[in-house]
């Protein structure tokens, strides 16, 4: 099939919200199914950005391959851990299901792993200076 072709079968495709571990929809193998609204009972993922963001690269991936002529193949997740604020300065960090942060640290490790997930690197330096400056003043004005 052309892709042009491809392009109109995937959109015209009924959608089902029920995946395989592709991230196909069952019954409707041209059309994919991640994020908070689809589920693979086989290896079911929790609700979170974390997941549907990795589900989202591996769909435009198996897109790809289905215009390209490939078979899709599987959409690997893998959870990096769980972030969380503690009021103003503190945070807990359980990073890979292996260590966990807490306190200060825990707060720097959860502000360094949102920075470094943002999507441009002018934006990076934008919000990393204004984190620092923040950080700097905060500490000048305990002491
Ligand atoms: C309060 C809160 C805090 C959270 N904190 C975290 C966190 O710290 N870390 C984390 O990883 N996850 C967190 N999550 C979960 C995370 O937000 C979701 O898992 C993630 O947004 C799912 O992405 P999605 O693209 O599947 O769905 P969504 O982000 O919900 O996107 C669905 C989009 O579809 C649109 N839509 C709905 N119906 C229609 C329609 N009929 N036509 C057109 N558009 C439609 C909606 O407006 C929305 O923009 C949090 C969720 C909540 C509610």
Redesign the pocket.
């Known amino acids: 099939m052309s892709a042009a072709g491809q392009s109109k079968a995937l959109k015209s495709s009924v959608f089902n919200n029920r995946s395989d571990h592709r991230r196909r929809s069952f019954g409707c193998g041209d059309v994919f199914a991640?994020?908070?609204?689809s589920v693979n009972t086989d290896d079911p993922q929790p609700?979170?950005?974390?997941?549907?963001y990795q589900q989202?690269a591996a769909i435009a991936a198996n897109i790809s391959a289905l215009i390209d002529g490939d078979e899709p193949s599987a959409a690997e997740v893998n959870l990096r851990g769980t972030?969380l604020k503690l009021g103003m300065e503190k945070g807990a960090a359980e990073i890979f299901d292996r260590f966990e942060i807490s306190g200060h640290l825990g707060h720097v490790v959860r502000h360094a792993t949102y920075l470094s997930l943002l999507p441009t690197p002018a934006r990076n330096i934008k919000v990393g200076a204004q984190w620092l400056t923040d950080e700097i003043f905060e500490q000048v004005l305990d002491v």
């Not at 609700?47 to 549907?52: G, P």
């Open positions: 991640g994020g908070d609204c609700a979170t950005a974390q997941v549907a989202g972030l």
